[in-house]
């Protein structure tokens, strides 16, 4: 099997035109789950990497490149990166900025599909390993839930993936550095909406209204009680109200009839997420009534929490820690943000490993508009997604 030093080497000297790559990859910038130009650029270079099979499709701009090892075997691993960027205006000051007005790569999913490139160009020209790898290019992570919709469409009825495997960068991790632990990382993020009706009326007659301002604040109000008092301190949950839309700005006398509160809730624990949505229908209800009104709560379960699966996540860390030593491994605690790869670990086992791209250059954080990846970061990446690839494959033909 290659050492850690023969991949690093030979992706050492692929880095100018794995940076190049990943600088056309955030200069065209696309979102959601229709990515032409993103999904035709990947699609030629893995064709100029010689890589066996190319599959489209999946309800969307996915691409799925396969690789066979010189061995046969029924067995494969899967590698995973997303491919969509934001609708935000970029500010990072990079010669390569985006030149997609409002679209930026300010989540690293250029990155990522760069680390995933330097992992296809290797494993395509060293292919001494028994089984076979399939390097999947997912879009419409940000929201659109893309990883759902190929599984849906197929994904792992294509191709018999024992195990999958995925990167985020992480802005608060050094380069060279590499968090991972197994358990749930990070939340399930789901999303509400509550409609509050109550009696229009003169803002000097209150008396003879039913105030859907005053209802909607206080159910906001109501709800913060359901973190505090209705979930275990010490587990972990979130409920936050991000619009309230009510009225116009120009009725300053005018008591509307309805409003409508927006949020997301996240937690991690599917009895917590149970409980989180009960108790917000129940609270939304039981204070509208209290004022003569009436509420109604819409929830919807966007993604799942991400479970990084016990025997995979403690296999990388074994791997980062003989590569990179007891310095280039660090924790991953749980965090409040979500990821569609959970709906890819619900059915095929696997984790997600934090990817670090700090140095003094490199400090925004994810999704601000002065974000741009660390082009350092793409050789550890790709490094350890071909030995987590040629490890695991390994381990599940023993």
């Known amino acids: 099997m290659y050492s850690a030093q023969e991949i690093q080497q030979f992706l050492s000297e692929k880095s100018a035109q794995l940076n190049a790559c990943r600088h056309h990859l955030h200069q065209h910038p ?232 927006i949020g997301t809730c996240r937690s991690f624990e599917p009895d917590v997420q149970d409980r989180v949505q009960q108790r917000l229908g129940e609270i939304a209800e039981g204070v509208a009534s209290a004022y003569g009104a009436q509420a109604h709560c819409h929830y919807t379960r966007l993604y799942p929490a991400l479970l990084n699966h016990e025997q995979q996540a403690l296999a990388v860390k074994e791997i980062v820690r003989n590569w990179l030593g007891e310095e280039g491994l660090k924790p991953a605690p749980q965090q409040m943000t979500a990821e569609d790869f959970a709906f890819m670990t619900q059915v095929c086992p696997g984790c997600l490993f934090r990817l670090g791209i700090k140095d003094p250059k490199h400090t925004a954080s994810l999704h601000e508009c002065e974000f741009d990846f660390n082009d350092k970061a793409t050789l550890y990446g790709s490094t350890l997604m071909v030995l987590i690839a040629l490890n695991r494959l390994k381990a599940v033909n023993a």
């Open 30 to 261: 696309e979102i959601g789950l229709q990515l032409p130009e993103t999904s035709a650029f990947i699609e030629k270079e893995l064709r100029s990497y010689g890589v066996d099979e190319i599959h489209k499709g999946f309800g969307s701009s996915a691409l799925v490149a396969v690789i066979h090892g010189k061995k046969k075997s029924d067995k494969w691993i899967g590698l995973r990166a997303d491919m969509d960027a934001l609708p935000l205006l970029e500010q990072s000051g990079a010669e390569y900025a985006s030149v997609n007005e409002k679209r930026a790569h300010s989540c690293g999913h250029d990155g990522h599909m760069t680390v995933a490139l330097g992992a296809c160009r290797f494993l395509a020209s060293h292919r001494d390993f028994e089984g076979s790898v399939a390097v999947i290019f997912q879009p419409g992570e940000e929201g659109y839930a893309g990883a759902r919709l190929m599984v849906e469409n197929g994904l792992f009825e294509k191709f018999p993936i024992a195990e999958i495997y995925a990167t985020h960068c992480e802005p608060t991790l050094d380069v060279g550095q590499i968090g991972i632990d197994p358990g749930y990382i990070m939340a399930a993020a789901d999303i509400f909406t509550i409609d509050v009706t109550g009696r229009g009326g003169h803002g000097a007659k209150p008396q003879v209204a039913v105030d859907s301002v005053l209802v909607a604040s206080q159910i906001v109000v109501s709800a913060q009680s359901i973190v505090s008092r209705n979930v275990n301190p010490l587990q972990g949950a979130v409920v936050s109200f991000g619009a309230i839309l009510a009225g116009d700005e120009n009725g300053s006398s005018v008591l509307p009839q309805t409003a409508k509160l």
